[in-house]
C-alpha cells in the first residue's frame, strides 16, 4: 500500500514557475515508478511526465517537454515536478501516481495509486 500526497499548487503569472512535490508513505517507494498527470475542467486526465523506479528513465507529454523536469528522492521518498515557462494552457488539477510496474508508463492504467491532486492556476 502506497500513499500518496501532493503539494505546491498554487496561482502563477504566465511565465512563472512552480515546483509540485509528492511525499509517498511505505518502504518500498524505490519499487515504483512514478508519474504525473493533469486534468482540466472538462477534459480527461492526461499524462505530464512518469520516471522509473530507479530514476534514470524518464518520460514527458509533448506539451510540456523542455518547461517540466520530473526528479525522485528514493532516501526521501517524494518525487517532485520542476514547471518553468508555465502556460494558461497547464491551469489543471495535477495527480501523482505510483505504478507497481516499476517502469514509465504514459497511461493512467498502470498506475496502482493516486493522490488527491494539488490545483495549478496559471494567469495571463
Known amino acids: 500500500q502506497v500513499q500518496l500526497v501532493e503539494s505546491g499548487g498554487g496561482l502563477v503569472q504566465a511565465g512563472g514557475s512552480l515546483r509540485l512535490s509528492c511525499a509517498a508513505s511505505?518502504?518500498?517507494?524505490?519499487?515504483?515508478?512514478m508519474a504525473w498527470f493533469r486534468q482540466a475542467p472538462g477534459k480527461e486526465r492526461e499524462f505530464v511526465a512518469a520516471i522509473s523506479r530507479g530514476g534514470g528513465s524518464t518520460a514527458y507529454a509533448d506539451s510540456v517537454k523542455g518547461r517540466f523536469t520530473i526528479s525522485r528522492g528514493n532516501a526521501k521518498n517524494a518525487v517532485s515536478l520542476q514547471m518553468n515557462s508555465l502556460k494558461p494552457e497547464d491551469t489543471a488539477v495535477y495527480y501523482c501516481?505510483?505504478?507497481?510496474?516499476?517502469?514509465?508508463?504514459?497511461?493512467?492504467?498502470?498506475?496502482?495509486?493516486w493522490g488527491q491532486g494539488t490545483q495549478v492556476t496559471v494567469s495571463s
Open positions: 501516481a505510483a505504478s507497481s510496474l516499476g517502469v514509465v508508463r504514459t497511461t493512467p492504467t498502470p498506475y496502482n495509486y
Open positions: 511505505g518502504r518500498t517507494f524505490s519499487t515504483y515508478a
